[in-house]
């Protein structure tokens, strides 16, 4: 995310132009915008003139620069850009105000949003843009007959190819350069400018060989590789865990909400300080006793828009903990972290001291 400008706008409320780099930023903003904002950018809309002082297009689209009051908000995380619906408040055609529109925001477009923004998305802001410099990374996981390509984003992690190439003896095996060869034509196509492999045995340590020698330009790109008890989406998992993907690409956010998420769950399962479920998380908020917060990103949209169930306040509940000392962390919903945070009712929080 590039920070073109920073201000006030209308009544004190907080104006940024910003330019989204990456899909990753659309998916940023998706968690930023709410109902009410104004969003300001370039735009086109299919207009139909009745006018004899005008000119009639035929319904054809024209180019516009629109403000809209923000209604909702899609991030089409496959079609690569983020969809803002709202009414037109402000507009270089002056009969198209009052009107619905939708703006289709794509990389390397210029915004303007103008809202009060909260603690959570103002960091969220400054860390995408501190993240656009990071290094994309590429988690490769191989075994004995297997490979897997996972590109690792902010949002989460995508599985790029699985491959498979029986080995060993019968009448479909295959020899294991089969399955290296098939790794290292898809790594060519990969963009990444870091790759880590991984998986169980030696197998990780001899596609690695492979690479080297037959495909030294993707060999290169190797930062490191970490012994794992499985090759897909579970030794996926172990890297992001163990910290590999943090040691390449320090500003994602992954490792960290995997990390966190496991010593929830522990603490959990053992007694010791640990909260989740809304109630017992306020609660806990209340008392001073938060020492780490944490909440889902999608949870927290749909609270904001008053769309959820929580009888609690999500914002009041975020603003207390920063208060009284305590750390935010906002999962994302499309990683396997944010799943089990779900599942536990969108918010937990890791205790400085037991509150019962």
Request: hydrophobic share 35%; glycine share 8%; aromatic share 6%.
């Amino acid at each position: 995310m590039r920070i073109v400008q920073r201000g006030h706008g209308a009544e004190g409320r907080d104006r940024v132009t910003l330019v989204p780099e990456t899909v990753d930023d659309l998916w940023h903003l998706s968690h930023v915008l709410e109902p009410g904002d104004l969003v300001e950018g370039d735009t086109t809309r299919r207009i139909q003139r009745n006018d004899d002082q005008m000119r009639d297009t035929g319904g054809e689209r024209e180019h516009l620069h629109v403000t809209l009051e923000v209604e909702d908000v899609e991030f089409a995380r496959f079609a690569n850009r983020l969809r803002v619906g709202g009414v037109i408040r402000d507009c270089s055609m002056e009969d198209q105000i009052g009107l619905h529109h939708t703006i289709n925001v794509e990389t390397h477009e210029e915004l303007t949003i103008e809202k009060y923004l909260k603690p959570d998305q103002r960091d969220r802001i400054e860390e995408a843009a501190e993240a656009t410099d990071a290094p994309d990374v590429a988690v490769v996981t191989v075994e004995e007959g297997e490979a897997y390509v996972h590109t690792v984003q902010q949002y989460g992690t995508d599985e790029y190819v699985s491959l498979t190439a029986p080995t060993g003896k019968g009448e479909y095996a295959q020899p294991r350069t089969t399955l290296f060869e098939e790794l290292g034509s898809a790594l060519q196509h990969v963009d990444a400018e870091a790759i880590i492999v991984a998986g169980p045995g030696f197998t990780k340590r001899d596609a690695l060989d492979y690479l080297e020698e037959e495909y030294p330009d993707v060999a290169e790109k190797v930062a490191t590789t970490v012994d794992t008890s499985a090759a897909g989406d579970r030794g996926v998992h172990e890297v992001l865990k163990r910290g590999a993907v943090e040691d390449v690409q320090d500003q994602t956010r992954i490792a960290r909400e995997s990390e966190l998420i496991d010593e929830l769950t522990e603490r959990i399962s053992t007694g010791e300080k640990a909260t989740y479920g809304i109630e017992e998380t306020a609660e806990a908020a209340e008392y001073g006793a938060v020492g780490t917060l944490l909440v889902v990103d999608e949870r927290l949209r749909t609270e904001r828009q008053d769309e959820g169930d929580w009888e609690r306040d999500a914002n009041e509940i975020i603003e207390t903990v920063e208060q009284k000392g305590g750390e935010v962390v906002v999962f994302s919903s499309e990683f396997a972290p944010g799943e089990q945070l779900s599942n536990l009712g969108g918010i937990a929080a890791l205790l400085r001291y037991r509150i019962q």
